[in-house]
């Protein structure tokens, strides 16, 4: 397939990016940082630069393209949550994903799919009860977030588009992510869970989740809501003790809900509620998750790295 990825340099797109080219396909990035992205990316694609709201000459890539993937946005969690970052957080994909289906929309071109990020926290934080794809929308800041993401990713159905709304859980995988951020104290000997304990945490291994985009792409028969989170949600006890295990460390030392606002704010809602997500589009349809249980997943990632050669050098075409 010919493909237009957009955020292409995080620590999903990265790794997809790379898996794509592997896998034969022709694969485009819009970057705002082109030359960053070429340090970044390795094996690289196409570069072409994307402010993420001005027009320019990536709409060329647009009209002969098979398939976008939009994961652009500004990490949620590397900053507290004030005013300003909070725009960010929305100017960076809402925003962001408007600039970009409105260049589809002008197409001559009308058969195209889109794969378009989202998250979880579309649906709000319940201890309770489970959720699925048809789950309605919930309170929140995230909520609201994810909400108007997805309805600009929507508007290029009303030109023939197959629309896929990616919502992401807890991504996990080596050098990057939540995990990364949570390993420090554990391999001090000094991890344990977040309180109060019971936050359900939805969680995906991060090859799982370009599995999921590459099979959205080629699966003609779906499209909509897709939960981005593996089949066996754990509770952050369950999930700091199944780490532990796999480090050999223990899962001993709690941290109490009112550290973890005072030092994040409101963010730390993030780690201290949750929910309980079920992949019902994915296991109805009999995708094949490679890591559908957590200490699995932690093993695979965690495992030391093979050692390596210098890779040889790779010729990359840029567009700036």
């Not at 909520?143 to 992401?168: C, M, N, P, Q």
């Not at 991504?171 to 001090?188: I, Q, S, T």
């Not at 309180?195 to 989740?209: E, F």
Request: hydrophobic fraction near 45%.
């Amino acid at each position: 397939m010919n493909i237009v990825v957009a955020g292409g340099t995080g620590f999903i797109g990265q790794a997809l990016c790379t898996n794509l080219l592997e896998n034969g396909h022709r694969v485009r990035v819009l970057s705002r940082d082109p030359i960053r992205a070429w340090r970044r990316l390795g094996p690289a694609p196409e570069l072409l630069r994307w402010d993420g709201a001005d027009g320019g000459e990536w709409e060329q890539a647009l009209e002969e393209t098979d398939a976008v993937v939009n994961l652009a946005g500004a990490s949620i969690a590397d900053a507290r949550w004030t005013e300003a970052r909070k725009r960010l957080l929305v100017e960076s994909r809402v925003a962001a994903t408007r600039s970009l289906v409105d260049a589809l929309s002008r197409r001559a071109r009308r058969a195209l799919v889109l794969v378009n990020a989202s998250g979880v926290g579309y649906y709000g934080a319940d201890e309770d009860r489970p959720f699925d794809e048809r789950g309605p929308q919930g309170s929140g800041f995230l909520a609201e977030l994810s909400a108007a993401w997805e309805a600009e990713a929507v508007r290029a159905e009303s030109f023939g588009a197959r629309v896929i709304r990616l919502r992401l859980g807890m991504v996990l995988g080596r050098h990057g992510g939540a995990l990364a951020k949570m390993l420090p104290p554990f391999r001090l000997g000094v991890g344990g869970p977040i309180l109060p304990g019971t936050q359900w945490v939805s969680w995906i291994h991060r090859q799982d989740v370009i599995g999921l985009i590459q099979w959205a792409l080629a699966n003609t028969a779906v499209s909509g809501p897709l939960n981005a989170v593996a089949p066996g949600a754990v509770t952050m006890t369950e999930f700091c003790r199944t780490l532990g295990r796999v480090l050999h460390r223990p899962s001993w030392l709690p941290v109490p809900q009112f550290a973890v606002r005072l030092g994040l704010g409101e963010m730390g809602r993030l780690l201290t509620t949750g929910q309980r997500v079920t992949p019902m589009v994915a296991l109805s349809h009999s995708f094949p998750f490679r890591y559908p249980d957590l200490e699995s997943a932690l093993r695979a990632i965690l495992q030391p790295e093979p050692s390596a050669g210098r890779p040889e050098p790779l010729r990359v075409r840029r567009a700036l």
